[in-house]
């Protein structure tokens, strides 16, 4: 043992020849220095991509609301949109994306948390060995496939129900209702992992006291689990609010004020993709609109995520 | 609420009625009622045996410890007197626990109803995040209770010693005490389910001195109308706490399944023991 100790290389403490200046001093390490400016590199680009947006947005949509054909204050509370006509009231497409948005939200919520409630709770292995990926081959189908899902069966089965005269082959009811088929998968996983974050101990806690597993998961993991159910329904919402295709497929293309579900009314999104998809002169008002648009857009999207940040602050559970 | 009787004054009471039987409890001479009583429990997880063959008696209103070295079994052992085994997928329980002469694991047996009888408090405090007053309220009613909430609240807070730290922030979250204070609410809230016996696994390993000599204390309180059995890696706090205390060890068959190797007053099991390994695991000559 103790030869074996003596034969490593060790620096000889009364070693005057070893210049301890130098060994202790700072070494370059351009790997290290490289690496690390690459990720910060990554890290920046989202930011500035995000910036970059704004940037953009903000320009054209200042140009927009200087335009003196444009009224700010028509803007924000009026109810048509014509831009032919030169209305520029943005409530008929902010009512209908809020509309489908809620029909989706209806639909995905009950959903999503039912399903994740059986995944976490109640599933045996093998039954959730076959339920998750199917949620999430159902996450992964193209939302232009839910569109025309939406467009020739849904409508046509609402329409079979309820009646040609009253649904129209355009109509939110069923953009919603397959919005929310779509949305789904993601509320199920979410939902899934908050569930499954509440600690095992606090169920033992409640089984120990002669609660049932019902008792159990109704009134202990999911009211624990209620900050993550909150974030799941609030990103939820911010997917519906910014989904496309599936509205500017089945949801029409006539932007009009309606709460009725089963008349044709065009969201925001709908509205962008069809006026984009058309030729449009760069800087008319046309144009323009468009990025007035897409900024309400985004101002309600951040507007959900700070509620959601502060939902979520406020009602998150400490365990430890 | 002030000038309603107490379960603690209950308990005074009662403790001044029981005293000559307490105090030299578990001598031979006295008449011992049997609360609970494992018969030939194995349990399996999947393949591997890790209870084989305990059977012991567990008397009414005494205090039982059970020991031994980490892994020998005693958590899954406790687990099998209120079915919390059911809860393992892979985990089979053979044999008979008897309470009230009723088999435990006969077909038909529902351990929702078994655990209203048979309340347990876990090794790591585990309040519900609800408010304090919540934390008990939602246990009793739980258990069909209807009656004065409030009052209930008070006397389970009171049995379980916490009433007067906590008495001005009942509508505080749970998990806002410390962990002492967490454990008690635990027991509070076990309290108000009235069972007949309490499990405690550990219930003590996660604080500090001062917290665990409060729960040691409480658990003397509470023996005067409960069962309680403890499992502890402790030997002091077996030796202070416990009327009875079971010795668990692993076996020599190379199975190392937990078995029960001596069962007897905790005097007796503390200063002559009848199996040698035991008097090596207590005298801390173990390993
Ligand atoms: N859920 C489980 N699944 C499989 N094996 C387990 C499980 N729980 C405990 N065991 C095993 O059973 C044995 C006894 O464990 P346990 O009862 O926790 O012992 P103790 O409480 O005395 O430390 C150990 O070998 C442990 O690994
Ligand atoms: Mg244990």
């Known amino acids: 043992m103790t030869q074996a100790l003596s034969s490593l290389p060790v620096t000889d403490p009364q070693d005057r020849h070893v210049d301890w200046a130098a060994r202790l001093r700072r070494k370059p390490r351009p790997v290290e220095t490289v690496v690390q400016g690459l990720l910060f590199l990554c890290g920046a680009i989202s930011i500035l991509t995000t910036l970059g947006i704004l940037l953009v947005l903000g320009n054209e949509s200042l140009a927009f609301f200087t335009d003196p054909e444009v009224n700010v204050f028509e803007f924000f509370t009026g109810t048509h949109w014509q831009p032919q006509t030169g209305d520029f009231g943005v409530w008929p497409l902010v009512n209908a994306t809020l509309m489908t948005s809620a029909i989706a939200m209806v639909v995905a919520m009950p959903l999503g948390i039912f399903a994740a409630i059986y995944l976490s709770e109640y599933a045996a292995p093998r039954a959730k060995a076959i339920l998750k990926p199917t949620l999430e081959i159902l996450a992964g189908i193209p939302t232009v496939v839910f569109g025309f899902f939406a467009l020739t069966f849904i409508t046509p089965l609402l329409r079979s129900i309820f009646g040609e005269d009253t649904v129209q082959i355009y109509n939110n009811a069923s953009a919603g209702l397959v919005m929310g088929l779509m949305i789904v998968p993601l509320i199920a996983s979410m939902s899934e992992d908050a569930l499954s974050a509440v600690p095992r101990t606090l169920r033992e806690g409640a089984y120990g006291l002669g609660a049932t597993k019902l008792e159990t998961t109704v009134q202990v993991v999911l009211p624990a689990a209620l900050s993550g159910l909150v974030a799941a329904f609030i990103i939820g919402v911010s997917r519906a609010v910014g989904e496309t295709m599936i509205v500017a497929i089945a949801a029409g293309a006539t932007s009009q004020l309606t709460f009725n579900p089963f008349e044709a009314a065009e969201t925001i999104t709908g509205h962008i993709a069809r006026i984009s998809g058309g030729d449009l002169s760069y800087g008319s008002l046309d144009y323009t609109s468009l990025f007035a648009l897409a900024l309400t857009l985004f101002v309600i999207t951040l507007g959900l995520n700070l509620v959601s940040r502060w939902l979520v602050n406020r009602f998150r559970e400490q365990y430890d | ?287």
């Open chain 2, 1 to 287: 609420m002030s000038n309603t009787p107490t379960l603690q004054k209950t308990i005074m009471t009662d403790s001044t009625r029981l005293k000559p039987l307490t105090t030299n409890a578990g001598t031979a001479s006295e008449p011992s009622e049997t609360a609970i009583a494992a018969n030939h429990i194995n349990i399996f997880y999947g393949a591997f045996k890790a209870i084989a063959d305990v059977s012991m008696a567990v008397e009414a209103r005494k205090i039982t410890a059970i020991i031994g070295p980490s892994g020998c079994g005693k958590s899954t052992m406790l687990r099998a007197f209120n079915r919390m085994n059911d809860f393992v997928p892979t985990a089979r329980v053979e044999g008979e626990i008897l309470l009230h002469g009723q088999n435990l694991y006969a077909p038909g047996v529902d351990p929702v109803e078994v655990r209203r009888r048979v309340g347990m408090v876990f090794q790591k405090p585990n309040p519900f995040p609800k408010s304090i007053y919540d934390n008990i309220a939602w246990a009793a009613r739980l258990n069909g209770y209807r009656g004065d909430m409030d009052k209930l609240v008070e006397e389970s807070l009171r049995a379980a010693a916490l009433w007067d730290e906590v008495k001005d922030k009942l509508k505080q979250s749970g998990l806002s005490l410390s962990g002492g204070q967490q454990q008690r609410l635990c027991i509070a809230r076990t309290i108000a389910i009235r069972p007949e016996i309490i499990l405690m696994d550990e219930p003590c390993s996660a604080l500090d001195p001062i917290a665990t000599i409060k729960i040691e204390e409480l658990m003397q309180e509470l023996k005067q109308r409960y069962t309680i059995i403890i499992v502890t890696h402790n030997m002091q706090q077996a030796a202070r706490v416990s009327d009875r205390t079971a010795m668990m060890m692993l076996t020599e068959d190379g199975k190392r399944s937990g078995t029960l190797i001596e069962f007897d007053d905790t005097n007796v099991i503390f200063t002559r023991p009848k199996d040698k390994r035991t008097e090596d695991y207590v005298s801390g000559r173990f390993g």
